[in-house]
């Protein structure tokens, strides 16, 4: 079927976060499918630059923007989705991050841009961008694309609808006034639109008003239906209930894989796994710590903020080092972690080190050379990093939240009797919690290394591809557009509610890859 999958970010043209990793493989996996699937994006400059030859397929003049604005098509680099890049350069021909200033402040028109990038995305979905293609559904990602379900549901002959919640907390508020000035249909301003406590919210958009609304894991789609994770949404989540499903993220074997990484010092895979000791050597000597095989390398991969529990691995850093512990962090975020973080650097040198800001390369080498990876979050949608970790033989240590809880199978006498371990789990959102199971950990690394390998081998050996979520999208996509979304979901949340006991494993002779 015709698909318009529109997101405000995509690896490798663009990158804040996860969301960019899903867009730029979701729909690779959906292609496979036999899907025309395009992806639709606001034309930043970084991804003018990335994307390759393009060529102009309409010129549009709509609401919000004084000239007119064009839909440039090619293809997602290293692929063959087709690519829409909506050209608007008063509000996208900005350098560096897609929604902050320099400053680390909101762009202060960011309603105006994403309202006018959901415009060119109904435009698309209707034929009218592209008058070759027209979408038979159209697949949202998050508030910038909020108003597109919203704006088509004005409209009498329309495309199926799906949204995507990857991360509640981020809902794109904005005063009750801009509504006015985003001209937009006085019909949806309703506690039952886009009226959020009297303010605008593009989230809400996507919610109230999409015909099916998924969130990027199944006990995340059960969270935020909560006052804990609903920040205040809950009650509308819960009333959409039987609209709600979760389809777990998966994650790119052809950017993240240890046994074809070129970002890597050296390749391995199950088989090779003295190479990974190679990439911890390499590691600690790039991060100016001494090298060797005895101390427990902890990594951190990720924003700098307290979502993430960055605080709670700062306030376990003294405890820390009186152990044969190494910390490496990268990530960019809250000014003050970022300086307590530095602080325990400066104090144990020996010990600590950290990376301001994000480099993919530096990504990949943390996780090929870390023991163990991480994962405090206060919350998680879904997490894509402790996928990662599991592939790359890093084990991760995390709260069992959201997509964590349905990705790492923590670590007791009957999971590691039967091979299925893959990370140890805590859940009390406390300092003492993360420093004990960082301390079992270092434990099991020193003292028991056959039960350690246990948990690396069979981290390394499951299946986290697209495979398995793709054909499940497909499954609800058909569903949306043949009217038996009911039976669809019914089905989706028993699979939920009975998951599998063990991790899914990648089948006999099946390469890493």
């Known amino acids: 079927m015709n698909i318009l999958f529109c997101t405000s970010e995509a690896y490798p043209l663009i990158k804040t976060g996860g969301l960019a990793d899903v867009s730029g493989s979701l729909p690779k996996a959906l292609l496979q499918l036999e899907h025309d699937i395009r ?12 994307a390759g030859a393009l060529s102009e397929v309409s010129c549009l003049k709509l609401a919000g923007s004084d000239t007119p604005v064009r839909i440039l098509r090619g293809r997602l680099p290293d692929s063959e989705v087709a690519l829409y890049l909506v050209d608007a350069p008063e509000y996208f021909d900005r350098r560096g991050n897609p929604y902050l200033q320099a400053d680390g402040r909101d762009w202060p028109d960011n309603a105006a841009r994403f309202a006018l990038f959901a415009r ?19 697949h949202c990602n998050d ?17 199926a609808t799906l949204f995507t919640i990857h991360n509640l907390s981020y809902q794109g508020l904005f005063p009750a006034s801009t509504f006015e000035a985003l001209q937009l249909p006085h019909a949806l301003w309703s506690i039952d639109g886009l009226e959020f406590h009297n303010q605008l919210s593009f989230i809400k958009g996507g919610i109230a008003n999409a015909d099916h609304i998924t969130t990027v894991s199944p006990t995340y789609a059960r969270e935020i239906r909560s006052e804990a994770f609903g920040y205040g949404l809950e009650g509308l989540l819960e009333h959409r209930s039987a609209d709600l499903s979760g389809i777990l993220n998966g994650i790119d074997p052809d950017t993240w894989n240890p046994g074809t990484d070129p970002r890597i010092a050296r390749r391995y895979d ?17 991060h100016g710590l001494p090298v060797s095989s005895q101390p427990l390398v902890l990594g951190y991969v990720g924003r700098l903020v307290e979502q993430k529990g960055v605080d709670l691995i700062v306030e376990i850093l003294d405890q820390l080092a009186a152990h044969p512990v190494q910390v490496v962090a990268l990530g960019a975020g809250e000014q003050a972690l970022e ?11 020996r010990q600590v080190s950290i990376y301001a800001g994000y480099d993919e ?3 990949h080498r943390l996780q090929a050379g870390a023991d163990a990876l991480l994962i405090p979050s206060r919350y998680e949608p879904c997490g894509l990093n402790q996928m990662y970790a599991q592939f790359y033989g890093t084990v991760p240590i995390a709260r069992r939240t959201g997509g964590l809880a349905d990705t790492i199978v923590d670590f007791n006498q009957a999971t590691l009797d039967g091979r299925s371990a893959t990370g140890l789990c805590f859940d009390d959102d406390s300092p003492e919690a993360l420093l004990a199971t960082c301390l079992s950990a270092l434990s099991l690394y020193r003292n028991h290394r056959v039960d350690w390998w246990k948990l690396v081998i069979a981290g390394m050996q499951r299946d986290f591809s697209w495979t398995d979520s793709a054909t499940r999208y497909s499954e609800l996509y058909a569903a949306l557009l043949h009217g038996d979304l009911a039976d669809y979901a019914r089905a989706l949340r028993q699979r939920e509610q009975h ?7 990648r089948q006999a002779g099946q390469p890493l890859h």
């Open 143 to 159: 508030w910038q694309t909020g108003l597109v379900p919203a704006l088509l549901s004005q409209r009498a002959e329309r495309p």
């Open 270 to 286: 199950v088989h090779t796994l003295q190479h990974k000791l190679f990439n911890k050597f390499t590691l600690q000597r790039d």
């Open 361 to 363: 390369q530096l990504a």
């Open 499 to 505: 998951p599998p006991l063990s991790p899914r494993p």
């Open 39 to 50: 992806l639709a994006m606001p034309a930043y400059p970084a991804a003018l630059e990335r």
């Open 339 to 349: 300086l307590q973080l530095r602080e325990a650097a400066r104090r144990y040198p």
């Open 120 to 138: 060119a995305c109904v435009s698309l979905s209707l034929g009218e961008g592209d008058p070759t293609w027209r979408a038979k559904l159209v």
